[in-house]
């Protein structure tokens, strides 16, 4: 199986549990793998046959900006599913980062992994 990936796509959105984080925006890094047959793709070289990237970034931005978890166990969870479902993907690799929820500068997070490779 093949791998699309998109790596750096930061969003903002309010995450978090206590009152600061409710009303200040942190900006969050997600890195997406998904698996996905690109056979059809490569050997026709139309966009239909393959994971259009930038849709599943616009849906993902669209998602996260409209939500307001408290955790990101939560919020990791819910993309992971919004990409399955709406995607058609049979497995999903999702790295969230929080940056600097710990100390300035430091890298916190969760990485998940859902469905078959």
Do not use: P
């Not at 931005?61 to 819910?78: A, G, H, K, P």
């Not at 399955?84 to 998940?112: M, S, Y």
């Amino acid at each position: 199986m093949d791998t699309i990936f998109l790596n750096g796509l930061c969003i903002d959105t309010i995450i978090g549990i206590y009152e600061w984080e409710r009303s200040t925006k942190q900006t969050l890094i997600f890195d997406i793998a998904m698996a996905f047959d690109i056979n059809k793709a490569s050997q026709t070289d139309d966009l239909q046959y393959t994971l259009d990237y930038k849709k599943v970034s616009d849906r993902v931005t669209e998602f996260v900006q409209n939500t307001q978890y408290y955790l990101i166990e939560r919020l990791i969870s819910e993309v992971a599913e919004l990409i399955l479902t709406e995607f058609k993907v049979t497995w999903v690799q999702i790295k969230l980062n929080k940056r600097g929820a710990v100390g300035k500068d430091i890298d916190v997070g969760i990485i998940i992994e859902r469905g078959k490779k």
